[in-house]
């Protein structure tokens, strides 16, 4: 099966090759279950084939690119795979055993078949993950979350062994790329949400990448409920992921309109459990009344370092921020009792665009989280009506409040004004009019803008 599923992707003549393997991921996705697709493929070859490999592949998939500076592992990829090549000078057993885990230290070529010197097989068989050396997660921790999330994905184990190391070296973790780190967290997000968080608190791995994280354990999620900051936070995206699967199921007359949602980014999901990491900061006790006076507002200054620390992107970096930032909106909107006005609701959706309904599922998610009596104090009917209002507003009422711009700024450089926030608080002022319906045209929004620009 797998010489059948990797033949479209290997060049005829690497069969030919003397000590030349295939190894790793592919191998223990195939052992586990033969339907699984295949992604990438890892090889492994004496250093004697480089120019023969090099050739076949390039002849392939055209030049390949350096993807590991340590192992000299060159990819050579197309829109369907991914293939990275390393070489070793001695032979494949001393390869495999430098490798994370068993399940992953099994190498297959044609001419000889499996070679397990580590029982790698016996492993996956007993669904469970070991490491290879008894100093695996000390020579690369972020090991750790790779080992969390192949356990996720395939309902595994962590044995014992690779427990008692992991709880011993996690601590060395932040000191590896954040790129890397960051990127097994979005493998692992994009499995599910909960289930990875959930596991990186309970090794208590979480902690040493958000150091605020320690604080949600001794803080309360609220006056009246048990439950601390991070159990709410955890039952808060535990939910939010079962309403996002099926929204229909919580808005059955909305139904027709969810199939046009794009499905979130996995990092929506780090968002949300991070929504209330102000609440210990804080926390103010009077009496028997616990509030938490802003804690939506400073809660990403508490982790910004760490995640420009493990790179995030911009658009990654801004969105969390505004997810922790304006996770309260929606309860904002509901707790006002009156309809929102046609500014009130523009100014939401215009704020936090793509992510409108993203922060709907949230307050519900958010609220949902607290015990049953809570929930439903929170919940009321004029709560709910505020989502109904919001999904109408977003599905049906759209283009008025949300036009398409009638100009951008690089219209007005154009014409030759200087570039500036002047400029962007100019645009915003017209859209706000063109909401209210004081500007209808092109034209109208032209004259204003030159009377704002030129201090007329």
Known sequence: MLEKKIKNHIPENFSKLDDA???????????IDSKNPVKEIDIAANIKNREEITEMFTASYGKGNKVNKKFETIRFHDDEINIDITYFKNNIKKDLLRRDFTLNSIAWNKKNGFFDPLSGIEDIKKKKINYCKKESIEDDPVRILRALRIALKHNFSLSDSLKKQISKKKYLITQFPGERIRGEMKKGFEINAFEFSKSMMEIEIFENLFEAWKKTKECKANS????NVEEHSLKTLENLEKIIACPKRYYPAWEEHFEKLDKPKWWMYLGALLHDIGKPKTICINGEKTTYPRHAQIGFSLIEKDIENLKFSKEEKNGIETIISNHLRVSQLA?????????????????????????????????SAYPKKISKEILTKNHLKIHDFLFDSFFLKKEKIMPEPLLNG??????GYEQGPLIGKTLKKITNLQISEKITNTREALRYAAQELNGK
């Open 224 to 227: 009246v409920s048990k439950m």
């Open 21 to 31: 393997w295939i190894v790793g991921g592919v191998i223990r996705e195939m052992l």
């Open 410 to 415: 690089e219209d007005l450089i154009q014409i």
């Open 335 to 367: 707790n006002n009792n009156d309809t929102p006005t046609k500014r009130a609701t523009n100014k939401f959706f215009r704020n936090l665009q793509e992510l409108s309904m993203f922060f709907i599922f949230l307050d519900l998610a958010d609220a």
